[in-house]
């Protein structure tokens, strides 16, 4: 049973152009979400993050938006450069157990020159 | 800060032997650590939850008898992969939970080992 769900196993985008990766999750418990990214044989790094209290959160180029009713979220990058072309992971945490973070299957993205 | 030290980046070995890897926090204590592995075309899963000073906590499906786990303090956890085999091949993650220290995310992970067993 898959509590964090990345349906798209890879997008491609142009750079310049923004790049929208989705996330649904079936648990309601879940208030804390987050987004990782990894790039080939490295750990995933820490992207942005958003509490179930907000339903938007900025950070640069990078934003997260959080729908809870559709228990939905997604992450925009806009401008994509080359650079931005990695692994993206979905994560969510429920309540006190923010030490159990669950991940999403991730989603390739590949920025196009 | 919040440095994750993984060690080594990459080992090969052959089939039937142990091979030992090393997280360590840097600069923190961490009381609990994880332990993922990464599969070709999917998620991390995570392997066993490593708290310091009693026995780890595996997930279902995961050997705790081939996959020893030492916490034996609060900057060093250690995944042994006993009698490996091709199999075992995958590239393995630790990460350490370090709340104090970050608002925003609470994991810091390593930078992965790649496991490859001849």
């Known amino acids: 049973d898959q509590q964090v769900k990345q349906n798209s196993p890879s997008l491609s985008v142009q750079e310049g152009r923004i790049s929208i990766l989705n996330c649904d999750y079936t648990n309601s418990m879940f208030d804390y979400f987050l987004w990782y990214k990894k790039y080939p044989a490295e750990g995933p790094t820490f992207l942005i993050s958003i509490s179930s209290i907000k339903d938007k959160n900025e950070d640069g180029r990078f934003t997260v938006f959080l729908n809870k009713s559709a228990k939905h979220l997604s992450l925009h990058i806009v401008p994509s450069q080359p650079g931005d072309s990695a692994v993206y992971f979905c994560?969510?945490?429920?309540?006190?157990?923010?030490?159990?973070?669950?991940f999403g299957k991730g989603t390739r993205l590949h920025i196009l020159p | 800060g919040a440095v994750v030290s993984q060690h080594p980046s990459r080992v090969i070995c052959k089939s039937g032997t142990s091979v030992k890897i090393e997280c360590r926090s840097l600069d923190f204590q961490a009381t609990t650590m994880f332990w993922y592995r990464q599969f070709p075309k999917k998620s991390l899963m995570l392997m066993a939850t490593?708290?310091?000073?009693?026995?780890?906590?595996?997930e279902q499906g995961v050997e705790k008898d081939k996959f020893l786990i030492n916490h034996a303090s609060l900057t060093l956890s250690t995944l042994t992969v006993t009698s490996a085999h091709p199999e075992d091949s995958s590239f393995y993650i630790c990460s350490a939970y370090a709340l104090s220290l970050s608002y925003n995310s609470p994991l810091h992970f390593g930078n992965g080992t790649r496991l490859t067993v001849t």
């Open positions: 994560a969510a945490s429920e309540g006190d157990r923010d030490d159990k973070i669950i």
């Open positions: 490593s708290n310091e000073g009693s026995k780890a906590t595996y």
